[in-house]
């Protein structure tokens, strides 16, 4: 955990932008893979019963934790969370500025978009798995962050890669992953015990609301059929 520490602290380091200072310099987008490669390698180096391991098919319902395992199991996804929160945050500026960039926007690097992607899938993917083992409890460690938003985050960026590019290869799973959050999401809303706590009790709906706006738009763009209201 010490080097994930230090990773988290160097990242924060090179991302933080002094708006009072003129020697903020940006991350480059080599620099930012190379620290990818650092979480990916920190990832892989972890004890086996650690690693998040996906399942085989995100549709299927997530299958209950063997008896004495369901700890094991919430700690394999909150790492994988922690991690790609950490990604995310290395390529998010570079597909913000290339979407702020007015009559000189440029497409961001293939490099952002499939870190950004990986990332987000992990996130959501790790999310749900870790919510069907906490579903009516709020563990300590979301004191660290933000369930919910961070689930929220990573559905908008699936729902978005999908909008900008609905013929890539990676839309299809995009747009699972999107449903697979938003089930996630539903389910946060119904109860209030959900593991998000109640910071985010006011904005449940509201975020919701714009993931499934998303989510249609996503659609419409795969050219799949409109639901009429």
Known sequence: ?????????????????????????????????????????????????????????????????????????????????????????????????????????????????????????????ASRQLHSVWRRIRPAAFDFYDFGRTLFDAAVICAHAVIQQPTSILAGEALRDVNCALEVMRDLSSSRAGVEGARADGHRHEAIRIVEMMKRRAESARGYPTAVA
């Open 1 to 125: 955990m010490n080097r994930l520490a230090q990773l988290i602290k160097n990242v924060k380091k090179q991302t933080f932008k002094d708006p009072l200072s003129d020697e903020s310099v940006d991350l480059s987008i080599d620099q930012a893979a190379a620290y990818e490669s650092e979480v990916t390698g920190w990832l892989q180096d972890l004890p086996f019963r650690f690693r998040f391991e996906l399942a085989r098919d995100a549709a299927e319902p997530v299958p209950a934790p063997p008896s004495g395992s369901v700890l094991l199991v919430a700690q394999r996804c909150e790492l994988a969370i922690l991690a790609n929160r950490l990604i995310l945050k290395l390529y998010l500026p570079f597909l913000k500025d290339s979407s702020n960039g007015g009559a000189s926007m440029h497409k961001p690097s293939h490099q952002a978009i499939l870190g950004t992607i990986n990332a987000a899938h992990l996130v959501i993917q």
